[in-house]
């Protein structure tokens, strides 16, 4: 087989949401580019996968990207891991996703668990006209002028965000747009995985008398349309 980019899914949490595809394809492939070797080497333990890996992260460069181009042209089989769900998605994958395109060689998805979609459904918003964010800038200033802009926005919005930084984004949220309805997922697919739902203050006030622990995604709709659970809330 000539030299191909896989792009792979892994676990958002438990290790057994990966893919028998995706065990399959890291055991065939030449070479692992990982987000974190160590987390990795985790799963890849625990499937029996013994492939080689290197680090390809936010800060290896264009040039580490170069590097896995040039053996994926010399006919080598490299799969690209994050250290959760599918690379691409909130992390550094893309660069070396896009340099492999402009070279025109072969890049493959094998899919698996997605944080953002799980949390979407999980919300009971509409899921039928979405849009996901990402993680708002971290200075108050321009998170707020990115709220802002999602003032009126029809579609459900999806945001990832960091423990220590909820309640300062929840704050912020509610002063730009409202106290408007809003799902908060956490520790998506682990032991303690929890999904509120209610107004921003709400969640807020619960985030304030329990500490925030783990990784958030936030569900909420800027405009709301009369999703059933949140129709009470609007």
């Known amino acids: 087989m000539g030299g191909t980019l896989y792009i792979v899914a892994t676990p958002i949490g438990n290790l057994k949401d990966i893919s028998l595809r995706a065990i399959d394809t890291l055991k065939a492939v030449d070479l692992i580019a990982c987000e974190d070797t160590r987390r990795t080497a985790i799963l890849l333990k625990a499937y029996g996968v013994t492939r080689p890996t290197t680090s390809y992260h936010a800060y290896s460069g264009a040039g580490k990207a170069r590097r896995l181009v040039e053996e994926i042209r010399g006919g080598k089989r490299v799969a690209l891991v994050s250290d959760a769900g599918l690379p691409g998605i909130s992390d550094p994958g893309t660069p070396l996703v896009q340099a492999a395109i402009a070279e025109g060689l072969p890049v493959e998805v094998v899919p698996g668990a997605s ?61 730009t747009l409202g106290d408007i309805p809003m799902s908060c997922s956490r520790e998506l697919t682990k032991k303690f995985e929890e999904t509120r739902r209610g107004r921003v203050s709400d969640l807020r006030a619960h985030f304030t008398k329990t500490p925030p622990r783990g990784e958030f995604v936030l569900v909420f709709t800027p405009r709301p349309h009369g999703d059933t659970w949140a129709r009470g809330h609007g």
């Not at 979609?117 to 998170?143: H, I, W």
């Open 115 to 175: 944080a953002s979609l799980m949390a979407l459904v999980l919300s009971g918003l509409r899921t039928d006209r979405f849009t996901f964010e990402g993680f708002l800038p971290v200075k108050p200033g321009p998170r707020r002028k990115k709220l802002a802009s999602l003032q009126g926005e029809p579609r459900t919005v999806i945001l990832y965000e960091s423990p220590h930084r909820l309640l300062k984004t929840l704050g912020d949220i509610e002063e």
